[in-house]
């Protein structure tokens, strides 16, 4: 399975890295790509240092991990950026709101957004994993517009019915709900009745 994972500045980056991981261990081929803001925001919650530069950031994001493939954030000769390539499934996790806003306008800045569009001009998967909180009328706007365009909107709100005992069990939750909607079997989280 062909999957494209773009990390954008939304507060997250937790969710981004078990992604990897899980995504990674299911032995998808993934093509990673980070906005600026998402380096930094990676660089904070991932690795404790904001001034970590792009290069120790992505490094230590794919280290050690199987199928991952770390493209540039205006890299438009990756098979990403184009629908005649054969991709699977797209995610941006987390999606800041400017990303979502981007991508609902048609507007590609850069190769998230592109990859985006393709996803859906395409009709294939699209999932965003926004965790904005509150959310403007702009915020559920931009939202529906994607969501009515195609888009699968899957919020970082982790379910407590699961009986979560470590930070480690509200991730997984969270990656679980989009695993699924990749179509990646998944044993991070038990399904409901079993």
């Not at 999957?3 to 969710?15: V, W």
């Not at 890295?17 to 906005?35: P, Y």
């Not at 403007?136 to 009515?148: A, G, K, Q, V």
Request: charged share 15%; hydrophobic share 45%.
């Amino acid at each position: 399975m062909q999957i494209f994972l773009g990390i954008t500045g939304a507060s997250g980056a937790p969710y981004a890295a078990r992604l990897l991981q899980t995504l990674s261990a299911s032995g998808a081929e993934i093509g990673v790509c980070l906005s600026d803001a998402g380096v930094q925001v990676c660089a904070t919650e991932l690795y404790g240092d904001i001034s970590l530069p792009r290069e120790a950031v992505t490094e230590r994001l794919v280290d050690g991990l199987d199928g991952v493939t770390v493209v540039g954030l205006r890299d438009y000769s990756t098979p990403y950026a184009s629908g005649s390539a054969r991709v699977d499934g797209y995610i941006v996790c987390p999606c800041s709101m400017s990303t979502a806003a981007s991508i609902a306008a048609g507007a590609m800045a850069n190769l998230v957004h592109r990859a985006a569009s393709v996803a859906l001009k395409e009709e294939r998967k699209l999932v965003l994993v926004p965790r904005e909180s509150p959310l403007s009328t702009i915020h559920l706007e931009n939202l529906l517009r994607l969501r009515r365009a195609g888009a699968t909107i899957v919020f970082a709100a982790p379910g407590f019915y699961h009986a979560p005992q470590t930070i480690d069990d509200l991730v997984n939750f969270v990656v679980a709900r989009c695993l699924d909607q990749l179509g990646i079997d998944q044993t991070l989280v038990s399904r409901w009745g079993q």
